[in-house]
């Protein structure tokens, strides 16, 4: 579950926010699950605003956990329980923190994950680091890391005045999801795809993340965010950089995350002239979204990499709400064969692709085609990871479990954050006009002449049956 040469593990795990949305639907069911599987070996403390009595709280707990259709063993949970204590009281309080020292306890190796409203990122770290509570330990942060490239920035200088970079982990769940870090080992494990894999064979890539819902119940955080903001930046560009990276020298966190770093260097900043911005119809209706909302549920973008192995291989990017389905993929488009006299229809067949879907299902399928009656037929050599590799470790279980034990790989580094933004930063400061789209399609129609020149967005490669959808 996780790499080498990692520093010594947390006894002790401070969960600031842990009656929140996040931890209702996540954060619970995984450290619950973490203990089922043996893998929790620390104390817990939960702090939040809310008045309640550590039963109350475990109680609550056990509920939470079984709402998210979690199965609770009686035994498990009881053990999980035991570990938990709960501290309640108002995080910019310093007052909050002398009791908090108190309940740690001198001599403890600690793990405080801020899973709270990210204005208060930096109020934590720094009552953290007044209290003396930083010492031999680490600060997990949830996202967003920033609104922007400026504000990030500002974020880091103020977090690194309290903590060094080796104690900081910034959480982007993408990096828990087993097909994402799968993409290393397929890459650079198989001769199959390692001799496919850059612009020699490839002729473009496709990154989608199709999702069939929208905004409900969640207005008031997305209207000031946006697709861009809310999973390219982050998300999005982590997989790119995983596609896209070279191998990495060693084991070490830092080498996997220098060599994407170092990829993420290589992008061109984004040109809003090759973007798309969408708003699904009826999304300014929802509770929370500001009458006459400018905010897009749909962006597309076209992105370049300037390096010796990508260079001319236009990366295509999309997301967005209220689509067709619920999938995320990375499809790789390789070159054309030639036309051959022999061939049974004079046009040419579609090209090879490679797809690695990492939602739902995880896989991977290589793309074929083969000839029948006369006519090429495509032909799909598909598997599913959880069929052939068994049930991984949900995102947030690996994250938790990685920043509990030190395992760095699993999360962000400064300058990979600030290049993303970097990246993004001219969509932020000179978004495309926003189209409308009705929900369940596949977002505005003029997203197609992006790829004007390059093979059209394919619809993605459905769950289960092995063939694309469209
Ligand atoms: N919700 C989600 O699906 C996801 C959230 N995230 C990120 O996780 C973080 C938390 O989000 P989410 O759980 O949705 O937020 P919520 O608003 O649901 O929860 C915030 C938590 O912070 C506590 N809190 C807020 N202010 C104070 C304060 N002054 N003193 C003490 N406690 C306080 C709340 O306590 P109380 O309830 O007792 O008031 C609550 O436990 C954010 O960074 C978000 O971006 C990331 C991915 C998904
Ligand atoms: O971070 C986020 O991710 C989810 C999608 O994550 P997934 O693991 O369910 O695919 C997205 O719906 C949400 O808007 C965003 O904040």
Redesign the pocket.
Known sequence: MTRTGRPEGADTLVV???????????TLRALYRLEARGLLDCRVIG????DLTTADFVAQARERVAATGQRVDDDTFRRFAARVTYL?????DAA?YTRLSAEIGPGHRTLHY?????R?FGPIVERLGAAGLVEHARVA????FGKDLASARALNARLHAVLREDQLLR?D?FLGKEPVIELEYLRFANRALAGLWDRDSVSAVQITMAEDFGIEG?GS?YDPVGALRDVVQNHLLQVLAAVTMDPPADAGADSLRDRKAEVLKAVRAADPRRSVRGQYTGYRDTPGVAAGSDTETYIALRLEIDNWKWIDVPFFLRAGKNLPVRDTEVRLILRRAPRLAFLPTPHQAEPNQIVLRIDPDPGVCLQLVAQGEQTWRPLHLDASFVRDLGEPPEPYERLLHGALTGDHSLFTREDGVEEAWRIVQPLLDDPAPLLPYAPGTWGPAEAADLVTGHPPWHDPWTAGSGAPAG
């Open positions: 600031f926010g842990i009656t929140g949305d996040l931890a209702r639907k996540m702090v939040a605003a809310d309640h009281g108002d995080v910019t909050l801020l899973e709270m409203p990210p208060l942060v949830e996202k967003p959480v769940h969640r955080f």
